[in-house]
């Protein structure tokens, strides 16, 4: 039985194209934005920094990201959520489904993104793993799960890239992955 929902962010629940975050990161790392030629998507805030500095960054580098990306948003109301998200959310929330995060994203960052796009009241509380904990995308699904307080197979990752379905595996959770155009309720099958 499914007691806990770990949502992904970009692709997943954020559905808007938006490069602040890299270019706010890349501005904090002093390097060129390669981000280009990486496989990056799925990917965490922490492995993409060292994959475009080439080394592990100094210390402070992920608050010093949050800071600048922060203090860069401007007007952001062309951003939008997952069609249906809402909706989703609200019955999950009452199905007594916990609900989670576990993105590649600075915390601050995942939070700030769901309240522009209107979904912050189901996860500014909610536990969590983010993307400057670890490169290693299991081992925050990891930390989620632990935050979230469910055994790894009660719980169900929602991302929308490989990357997302095999931390979850990798994890011994469950894995639903969106495609581009699914609505939000896809996933209450997998959940209900």
């Known amino acids: 039985m499914i007691r806990a929902a770990l949502f992904d962010i970009d692709g997943t629940l954020f559905m808007s194209d938006d490069g602040t975050i890299i270019d706010a990161l890349v501005e904090v790392l002093g390097v060129e934005n390669r981000i280009g030629e990486f496989d990056h998507p799925g990917r965490t805030i922490a ?75 189901f996860f500014d509380d909610a536990p969590g793993g983010y993307g400057c904990e670890s490169a290693n995308r299991t081992e925050i699904v990891r930390l989620a799960l632990e935050r979230v307080g469910v055994e790894p197979g009660e719980a169900l990752v929602v991302g929308d890239t490989a990357h997302d379905v095999t931390a979850a595996e990798e994890a011994g959770a469950h894995a639903f992955m969106y495609a581009r155009d699914d609505p939000a309720d896809a996933v209450l099958q997998a959940i209900l």
């Open 47 to 121: 492995w993409i920094a060292a994959a475009l500095s080439g080394r592990e960054p100094a210390p402070g580098w992920c608050e010093r990201t949050e800071q600048l990306f922060l203090a860069r948003l401007g007007d952001t109301s062309h951003w939008q959520a997952r069609a249906g998200s809402e909706a989703m959310l609200d019955r999950l929330e009452g199905e007594r489904i916990r609900l989670g995060l576990v993105s590649g994203l600075p915390e601050r960052v995942a939070k700030e993104r769901l309240r522009r796009v209107g979904l912050g009241r």
